[in-house]
Structures are given as C-alpha cells and as structure tokens.
C-alpha cells in the first residue's frame, strides 16, 4: 500500500504545479489585457494566444481524464 499511497503523493504534487500554474497563467493574462487596452491589435493578438493555450488545456484534460463506466445492465 505505500507504494500506492507514494504515488498517489507524487501526482497530486505534480497536479499543483500544474494548477499553480494555471493560476499563474491566467493572473498573467488579465494584466497583459489591462496594460494593452488600448492597442486592438495586440488585444487580438492576445486573444489567440489564449485560445490556443485553451485548446492545449482542454486536450491535456481529456486526454488524462478516465472514460466512465459502463452503465450496469
């Protein structure tokens, strides 16, 4: 069992640095926006960056998240 339970500890480490990360990253971008109000292009700019950061994120979760079970019969 302390195998498991060693594992278990490393990836929810490994899952705070990701979601500390996030934060980071999301912290990052509303000042980015904030400091280019007035410039459209880099707002648009901005705006694309995020979107492929987005799908990036959307992809790893899916890609990581465990198909349900099957309904019981």
């Known amino acids: 069992m302390s195998a498991e339970l ?10 705070s640095g990701v979601v500390d990360s996030a934060i980071a990253l999301i912290g990052g971008l ?3 926006i904030r400091a280019l109000a007035d410039d459209p292009v ?7 960056e ?20 099957p309904p019981a019969p």
């Open 6 to 15: 060693d594992a278990l500890s490393a990836q929810v480490h490994a899952n």
């Open 30 to 32: 509303a000042d980015q």
């Open 50 to 69: 995020l979107q492929q950061k987005d799908a990036a994120l959307a992809a790893a979760v899916a890609a990581n998240t465990p198909a349900p079970p």
């Open 42 to 48: 880099a707002i648009r700019a901005l705006a694309d």
